[in-house]
């Protein structure tokens, strides 16, 4: 079988974004004997060469002596197999007849001589190669195997064939090749970032020799050998390639990824990560949630960093759940508790502080592997006192831990930094142990002092204050009202879509977005929620940072679908090959290109939040109302242009219903505003609300629906309509307003979640139920008087979120699997509008109707 160290290898290597497995033959695939005709491999070992070619960023080879045409119809390799014949002399079946006249004629000198030999020495076999020959002595007497194969050398001599001696075989060859340089231009010509190469003779030896950094060597049987690794016989081989293939699935397809659901979230207001189920800390960026990952175990597996703790016996978490009212997270097993905070950020200071506390009365071991940009940027470590420090690129990782003794584990290229807390059985003494960890984004070292508990009970409680100052009791609210302001972005007033990027739409497929900046439509419906609720601080920093981007611009109608956090730069998508994706579902993308789409519905949400703003607290200040006036005037002038829509369709745009909806909603906002300020009514804005509301009646009714439809002309229908019942275009009791909301639910909702749409959209695969949209119908039952449906759908709503309190985007009701970035602020944005629909009014004046 396998040792327990190259299982451990074995399972590291897997664990590369793109690997080569490449093996010998005889010996190796199939068991050596007496006639070489007679070799054939072992099935178990043909079947994972097959599993491992179908999968993603996985290439397998085998390199033999043979030539390519007898390796080919001896091994019966699968055709994703990559065949390489003659020690890498052969890497196609046409090889020989690229062969000069003069190796050609060497070559026939060269059989014609050792078959001479042959005949002299009984039992001994001459094989002809394309580039070469074999003399094998496996089955002379052993006393003359000696004299045969010096006998073989020195009549080989004039051709000056290079020779190889293998096992009870030598081989001459006329091209200078050697399985090290086939196996390198293997791992060049498909991009692996890992090899493993198994193989059992000395011309094995070659390969094993450029074997580096995170490759395995694996040598099979007994002998001499540079290889770090060594199996039994073929059979071992066969169970060895059966465990690469079990481990490289698993990875690939993330079969120890957790529900998204299951994701807990700690923030302080300029930093978010997120905390597994099990108590892993799996992502966090910085500086800013922007910024490249730290720890991204969630999209790319361990490679991709992420900070472990856990008991040594394997039990298994009881509960998390946060300190109330709070973001600090506790995660319980029995025997230990961990308490996570990201601690209020220092304001002298440009760093990212995690505080981890770990009371334990069982022995726990501890990983920490941070990886810069997405994996791609492995740590330089050095121990210290009490302390490990990382640096990652242009970051600096300095952990404090007194008391702790750390350790580097695992290859030069993949290292980890291991301690392990050790429980006294004879007293039962808990160990109490603090890991504070300080992120430096200016690469320069902080020198830690005594940890105080302070830092992380001022967060607390600054938290705790902020969540006292909300209008619901409603536990469940007010756990998305905190969600909410963890998306809030403090230092600049900007309000993340999400935290994450390219947690997918659909498990296994393409649909892998970057959420995690600011769209100026989903901003204002979080902030309009957290108004909601009684908390206008978040909104008016919103407002703020918003008046920034316009200034900047020529109007307001150049302002774009999404911006960073922090300035006006474009975020261009790219895509991280190396990166695995969240359960197999690639790729994973960094920016995104709706930045370039025209969304003319952002316009709408952004003035309900500034006049409802204004109605409930009268905070507004001169540059809010200059926004609103700007913001109007630009839905004025482009209002009548098609656009991609509230959705980002990645397709030619088109008259969207919900967005001229929303361009009729925004100037209604204007001009009620207007009214409340004591201000005249600007004429054009009158004049386009009307030309508007009149577009929609006379071209968004489809008749062959019976409803409104998705765009002008089309009959596709679009849940992003069920705004029309909370926008105040449409009176409440209008028939044509409750015959759409029951065509959605007849086309689109299934069980507790509604679809966006089912029509084309121009990208591959099926996504699941948007929660956003399952919030907007609970609103229009509410709004078309089916109150009681509205109330039941509530109840089963609130039941997607996780057991600490996290909403994904989406939810596939077929698989019930949880989809979509987390934690997503439309998600929880919408919890708080429902629930406010079904609870009446609070703090935001209620939209007309």
């Given amino acids: 079988m396998i040792s327990d160290e190259l299982a451990r290898a074995i399972d590291a290597f897997a664990q590369h974004p793109h690997v080569l497995v490449a093996c010998d033959y005889d010996g190796t695939l199939a068991p050596i004997v007496d006639n070489p005709g007679h070799a054939r491999p072992i099935r178990e070992s043909i079947v994972a060469m097959r599993a491992l070619a179908e999968l993603h960023a996985t290439d397998t080879a085998v390199i033999s002596g043979r030539s390519l045409r007898d390796l080919a119809a001896l091994s019966r390799m699968p055709d994703e197999v990559h065949l390489v014949g003659s020690h890498g002399s052969e890497f196609d079946v046409g090889f020989e007849s690229d062969l000069s006249h003069e190796v050609r004629s060497h070559l026939a000198t060269l059989v014609a001589a050792l078959a001479i030999v042959a005949a002299d020495f009984p039992g001994s076999m001459v094989e002809s190669k394309p580039a070469g020959a074999a003399f094998h002595v496996r089955r002379v007497d052993a006393a003359d ?93 066969a169970h060895l390639l059966a465990r690469v293939a079990d481990r490289r699935s698993a990875w690939m397809s993330g079969g120890n990824a957790p529900p998204l659901e299951d994701l807990s979230v700690l923030a302080n207001g300029s930093a978010i990560a997120l905390v597994s189920p099990n108590g892993d800390l799996c992502w966090l960026c910085a500086p800013r949630p922007d910024s490249p990952s730290v720890f991204a175990s969630i999209v790319g ?61 069982t022995s726990m071991r501890v990983e920490f592997a941070p990886r810069g940009d997405f994996g791609r940027a492995d740590p330089v470590w ?21 008391g702790v003794e750390w350790t580097i584990e695992g290859h030069q290229t993949d290292p980890i930094a291991v301690a392990s807390i050790t429980a006294d059985p004879a007293t039962g003494a808990a160990s109490e142990i603090t890991f504070d960890l300080v992120i430096d984004h200016g690469g320069e070292e902080h020198p830690h002092g005594d940890v105080e508990r302070g830092a992380q009970g001022d967060t607390d409680r600054e938290w705790s204050a902020w969540a006292d100052s909300l209008t619901t009791d409603d536990p469940i609210v007010r756990r998305s009202a905190l969600t909410l302001r963890a998306l809030c972005f403090q230092p600049t007033g900007a309000v993340l879509a999400a935290a994450t990027t390219s947690l997918p739409e659909a498990i296994g497929g393409s649909r892998n977005w970057d959420y995690r900046f600011c769209w100026p439509r989903d901003a204002a419906h979080i902030c309009r929620a957290l108004v909601r609720v009684g908390s206008d601080r978040e909104a008016l920093a919103y407002l703020d940072w918003l008046a920034e981007r316009v200034d900047a611009l020529p109007n307001a109608s150049h302002l774009r679908p999404l911006y960073p956090l922090d300035g006006d730069e474009y975020v261009p998508e790219a895509i991280i090959a190396t990166l695995r994706g969240y359960r197999g579902s690639r790729p994973v993308r960094v920016g995104n290109l709706a930045e370039h789409q025209l969304q003319l519905d952002m316009f709408g949400p952004i003035l309900d939040l500034i006049d409802g703003l204004h109605a409930s607290t009268g905070t507004l200040d001169a540059r809010h109302i200059a926004l609103a006036r700007s913001l109007v005037d630009a ?133 699941g139920g948007f929660l956003v949209c399952t919030a907007w119908l609970i609103e229009a039952l509410h709004v078309i008087g089916r109150r009681r449906d509205a109330q039941v759908l509530y109840r089963r709503f609130v039941a997607l979120a996780g057991p600490t309190g996290t909403m994904t985007e989406q939810f596939d009701p077929r698989t019930d699997i949880a989809l979509g970035n987390v934690p997503q602020g439309y998600s929880h944005a919408g919890l708080i509008h429902a629930w406010a629909a079904i609870h009446g009014p609070t703090a935001l004046a209620t939209p007309p109707g």
């Fill in 635 to 767: 839905i004025v002038h482009r209002w009548s242009e098609p656009d991609h829509g509230i959705w980002e369709e990645r397709r030619p745009p088109r008259h969207h219903v919900h967005s001229k909806a929303m361009c009729w909603m925004g100037i209604e906002r204007g001009l009620r505003l207007f009214n409340r300020l004591g201000r005249p009514e600007p004429a054009e804005w009158v004049e386009a609300q009307a030309a508007i509301s009149t577009e929609i009646l006379d071209r968004g009714w489809s008749s062959t629906r019976s409803s409104y439809a998705a765009a002008y002309g089309s009959d596709d229908i679009d849940a992003s309509l069920l705004q029309l019942a909370t926008c105040g275009l449409l009176p409440n009791n209008d028939e044509r307003l409750a015959a759409t909301v029951d065509a959605i639910q007849a086309a689109l909702q299934d069980g507790v979640v509604v679809y966006r749409y089912h029509h084309d959209d121009g990208l591959p695969g099926r996504e």
């Fill in 301 to 361: 597996g361990d490679t991709a960093g992420y900070w472990r703790v856990e008991p040594l016996d394997g039990r298994r978490v009881n509960d998390q759940r946060y300190v109330g009212d709070t973001m600090t997270l506790e995660t319980r097993w029995n025997g230990a508790v961990l308490t996570d905070t990201l601690v209020a950020p220092d304001p002298h200071r440009s760093t990212t502080r995690v505080v981890r506390r770990l009371l334990a009365t």
């Fill in 382 to 402: 050095a121990i210290g006192d009490n302390s490990i420090t990382a640096r990652c690129g242009h970051l600096t990782l300095s952990l404090h831990a007194p």
């Fill in 145 to 237: 195997r000696d004299r045969a194969v010096q006998a073989a050398i020195a009549t080989a001599a004039p051709t000056s064939a290079r020779v190889r001696h293998g096992k009870r075989v030598v081989e001459f060859s006329l091209v200078e090749t050697d399985k090290g340089h086939a196996l390198e231009a293997l791992r060049d010509r498909l991009g692996a970032d890992a090899v493993l190469f198994i193989g059992d003779d000395q011309t094995d030896e070659d390969a094993f020799a450029v074997l580096r950094g995170p490759d395995v060597s694996v040598k099979v049987g007994c002998g001499e050998t540079t290889a770090a690794f060594r199996v039994d016989d073929p059979e071992s081989v």
